[in-house]
């Protein structure tokens, strides 16, 4: 296990290319992200979205599982939603007394736009500023979460970079460098791994071998995640964080029919596709040779890994 490097804002001056060439991790505190830290209490939220509708996750597992899907997506007006999720026990609920919620804001049409809260809620994004970080043309989307306390999000990349901009509330972050991604368990973007602090060995026997990279954020605190870097985060208390995503690689790489961000790179996805196809011509031979010319596909593509 190892601690995420930390940088104390403005005192140690880390200048944008750095953070992104580096392509490490790093907890940015004391940067100026505007009146959000003092003014996003649940009241005022609340009070400046209304009743506007939005589209929630509720589980009673603390572990949201995409694979299995363990929770149901469901709409409450906005304020409906900060009251739940700021309480441990309900009195209106869906599924328990005691069930969780979780918010990841959508775009306009959430089949075709990305979620950026400057459109969703105008309200709030006055509150909030993010430093220069990344030009302005490689912004991809902004997203804006609410979790309950004790809620954690299935370990999963992005293919952009990211600015997780812990508003309210502390978080626990888990990282995963992307060169253990073989011991991940992948089901698509999402690792099959829910419980990545008491993973269950007898059907993770590989995940030993990751390497954790931990930190816990503060409310202000800023988390870099580059691109591919798996990360897994637990809520410990009602959580309010925004996060920002742009766009690392040039722009024709990315699918232009992405609203989440989590479309691998073109390059990337056709060479899985060929992957899949490969696999399924080589069905064709009885199991020692396709055993025998497995294995040599993988010496082949380890001798192109750097
Ligand atoms: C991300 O920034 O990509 C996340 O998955 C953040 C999830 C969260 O903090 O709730």
Redesign the pocket.
């Known amino acids: 296990m190892r601690s995420i490097l930390r940088f104390y804002l403005p005192q140690t001056i880390l200048s944008t290319s750095s953070l992104t060439l580096q392509r490490v991790p790093a907890v940015l505190k004391n940067v100026n992200i505007g009146k959000c830290t003092e003014r996003w209490t649940a009241e005022y939220l609340a009070e400046q979205v209304g009743n506007q509708p939005v589209k929630i996750h509720v589980s009673t597992s603390t572990k949201l599982d995409f694979v299995n899907k363990n929770f149901l997506y469901r709409t409450l007006p906005f304020g409906e939603l900060i009251a739940r999720a700021a309480e441990e026990k309900h009195s209106n609920y869906f599924l328990d007394e005691k069930e969780f919620y ?1 918010m ?1 804001s959508l775009g306009d049409d959430p089949r075709k736009d990305v979620a950026d809260i400057r459109r969703q809620f105008p309200g709030l994004a006055k509150d909030i500023t993010y430093s220069d970080i990344f030009p302005e043309k490689q912004f991809f989307s902004s ?1 804006f ?1 609410i ?1 309950s306390k004790g ?1 954690c ?1 299935w370990t ?1 990349y ?1 293919v952009m970079d ?1 600015l ?1 901009i ?1 508003v309210k509330g502390k ?1 626990n ?1 888990v990282l995963f460098h992307p060169n253990d991604v073989s011991y991940m368990y992948m089901n698509g973007d999402k690792s099959e791994v829910l419980d990545v602090e008491n993973p269950d060995l007898e059907k993770y026997p590989e995940f030993i071998k990751a390497t954790k990279y931990t930190c816990t954020l503060d409310s202000g605190d800023i ?1 870099f ?1 580059p691109a591919l870097w798996l ?1 897994n ?1 637990t ?1 410990l208390e009602f ?1 309010v ?1 925004v ?1 920002v ?1 742009w766009r690392h690689l040039e722009e024709n790489m990315y699918d232009k029919k992405d609203p989440y961000g989590n479309k691998d790179p073109h390059p990337a996805a056709t060479a899985l596709t060929f992957l899949e196809k490969a696999l399924k011509t080589l069905k064709q031979l009885p199991d020692d040779y396709r055993t025998f010319y497995s294995k040599r596909m993988i010496s082949r593509i380890q001798d192109t890994i750097s």
């Open positions: 979780y990841r997203v979460r979790a809620l999000l999963h992005d990211n997780l812990q978080k972050a988390l995640i990360h985060m809520s959580g964080a996060n995503f």
